[in-house]
């Protein structure tokens, strides 16, 4: 007999290479059934998004931006200009720079008949870590086309790579996949037994991301038609 | 003659009720361009959301998540269990928490003919400030409606009200709209002049949230139709 716990997994199951390891900070204080430390859940959902919220601390408080980011495997990359705050932060702070990235990507609104029991459905992923600059100039290429190609997969091979100039106006942090949870909501309103009865539509409206058909540039030549990755193409 | 200042404003005009004034976080460090201060601009950027990423400092390390917002007039409120991270930490450090609350709406990729000048088209919102509990009742009945509506506008007026002992589960924070920045990018790509001849499509692809049918609960009282202020309704 397998030596399992209360969850029904062997102690081996619980520390595989499948999973991140939960700590104090990646375990809910509520909620907790909503977490999850799946590693292809956590890259499905980081692959399926491509804006994250970078939250880091300056002069003893928080600050929160949205920016752009890619993963290479284990590995998270942001950039910037080399003149930003976090990235100047992160160069200046010897040890690399604390930081909470988070993606979240909405699925639905939830209606319930009470009130209190309205919510959404989402799916999201909190990483925390120590953000570092990229010095070695052919991590920093690799990582500016996931960049690109995290928004639109393949357009990086369509493009004009950095040059020596823009790679050196580029700051790029790294950011290890370590300290990492999900978090899911799904399904419809948990109203209460007695609210049941109650005359208000309950459901969920669903939420999605539409691209809507590519727009030429003004100055682009009408030569070149949309390409076959695009939406419209 | 006006006392104009190089950005062809007065004194006056720099300072109305029209406008947040600017702090030294809320300038960026660059893209300064992209900074506005405007009311009406940010208010419209925080009326069309509904979800923005709360960041927190929790032993000394950034914390982000995200969560739903209303907003009633000059003030933000935010919710969640009363055992919720960042509302207990509210409650329990006595001059409110500091935070800094981001709402991003995403508007288009930005292609352009080098990697380099790939880009985000975006309006976001960043406030920082602290966030203190709600303690008076009447408030905390408006904000939760505040919340709801945010999401689905006049939804609250369509579903039970919080009872006694829901409000009594629900923490509210308010965080007051003062030291507040928009951000925007709009527009196409800007590549610079000889990329132009490259063979490369470059634009934009716009996106948008896309709302579809609501879809009713499983137990809902097949009598109820979709209510007119829902997709599909």
């Known amino acids: 007999m397998p030596d399992t716990t209360r969850s029904g997994k062997t102690a081996d199951e619980r520390s595989t290479p499948g999973t991140y390891a939960p700590t104090d ?18 890259h499905a959902i980081l692959d399926e998004g491509y804006v994250c919220h970078l939250g880091f601390v300056r002069d003893g408080a928080p600050v929160v931006l949205p920016t752009l980011y890619g993963r290479i495997g284990e590995r998270l990359y942001i950039h910037g200009s080399t003149g930003s705050r976090p990235l100047r932060a992160a160069g200046r ?8 990235l988070t993606v979240t990507l909405l699925d639905g609104l939830v209606l319930a008949r ?17 953000a570092r600059t990229v010095t070695d100039p052919e991590e920093k290429r690799v990582a500016l086309d996931a960049l690109v190609d995290q928004v639109v997969p393949g357009r990086s091979r369509d493009s004009r790579p950095a040059d020596t100039k823009e790679l050196a106006a580029t700051a790029v942090l790294r950011l290890e996949l370590a300290e990492v949870s999900a978090k899911l909501r799904t399904g419809g309103p948990n109203d209460d037994p007695e609210d049941l009865a109650l005359p208000h539509w309950a459901g969920v409206v669903p939420v999605a991301p539409r691209y809507a058909a590519a727009v030429p540039a003004a100055d682009l030549d009408p030569s070149i038609g949309t390409p076959a990755y695009l939406p419209g193409g």
């Not at 702070?93 to 909470?100: F, R």
């Not at 009470?114 to 120590?130: C, D, E, P």
């Open 25 to 42: 900070r990646t375990v809910p204080t509520r909620a907790r059934e909503r977490a999850a430390y799946d590693r292809e859940l956590v």
């Open 93 to 100: 702070t010897d040890p690399g720079l604390a930081v909470c």
């Open 114 to 130: 009470s009130a209190f029991h309205h919510s959404i459905n989402y799916r999201s992923v909190v990483v925390h870590g120590t």
